[in-house]
């Protein structure tokens, strides 16, 4: 399974709304997971089973979708939310990860 | 906290062997819910999975390592490890381990990956 996501970067504010896309070719279930990653840091789980928000992980981060479409979705971005984020699928072997979509400070 | 740790060599020269072991710091790697797995990170570049392992050794390997790829696991030395043969530069990478979790959640396998260690940059290079 083939994973893209948009956009490949975005500059926000504090505060805004960002959503990114990750697109899956074919189509799968909803076994899709989204990490955030800093500079030089591990990735780090935010959401699995496509909407299911990891123990721990703030609910300003939202997921959804299903077959060839999912959404990560920052409600009011933080400081600590400028990063790069990876969607990564495990329906079926081999697993596959997104090239990233950096998120920046406008 | 768990904690997973990497151990090996940075440095290679191309067509040597890259071997990576990681220590797990409980002893989860011996429970039925986890797969242990191998990611790579080329500088500035995303992420790929490599393969993983269950504690009985059942292995899943990216298809387009599988020919040089080769993993092990320890459980008495809470220890799982990755050996990757015949490296070039394009294997220059920060190579992770992390622990996958695997549960049936009734209609579907749950999966993530959601302790990862620090990470480990291996640089091949003549």
């Known amino acids: 399974i083939q994973l893209t996501q948009s956009p490949t970067s975005v500059s926000a504010s504090v505060g805004d709304r960002v959503s990114i896309t990750c697109r899956a070719s074919p189509g799968m279930g909803s076994g899709l997971a989204w990490y955030q990653q800093k500079p030089g840091k591990p990735p780090k789980l935010l959401i699995y089973?496509?909407?299911t928000l990891e123990s721990g992980v703030p609910s300003r981060f939202s997921g959804s979708g299903s077959g060839t479409e999912f959404t990560l979705t920052i409600s009011s971005l933080q400081p600590g939310d400028f990063a790069t984020y990876h969607c990564?699928?495990?329906?079926?072997?081999?697993?596959?990860f997104g090239p990233g979509t950096k998120v920046d400070i406008k | 906290q768990l904690q997973l740790q990497e151990s090996g060599p940075g440095l290679l020269k191309p067509s040597e062997t890259l071997s990576l072991t990681c220590t797990v710091s409980?002893?989860?790697?011996?429970?039925?819910?986890?797969?242990w797995g191998w990611i790579r990170q080329p500088p500035g570049k995303g992420l790929e999975w490599i393969g993983n392992?269950?504690?009985?050794?059942?292995?899943y390997i990216n298809p387009s390592l599988k020919s040089r790829v080769t993993m092990s696991v320890d459980t008495s030395k809470t220890q799982f490890s990755l050996k990757m043969s015949s490296v070039t530069a394009a294997d220059t990478a920060v190579y992770f381990c992390?622990?996958?979790?695997?549960?049936?959640?009734?209609?579907?396998?749950?999966?993530?990956?959601?302790?990862w260690s620090q990470g480990t940059l291996v640089t091949v290079s003549s």
């Open positions: 992390a622990r996958q979790g695997d549960f049936w959640s009734g209609d579907h396998i749950t999966r993530f990956f959601d302790y």
């Open positions: 990564q699928q495990f329906d079926s072997y081999p697993f596959t």
């Open positions: 089973d496509a909407s």
């Open positions: 392992i269950y504690h009985s050794g059942k292995t």
């Open positions: 409980d002893d989860s790697i011996s429970s039925t819910s986890y797969f």
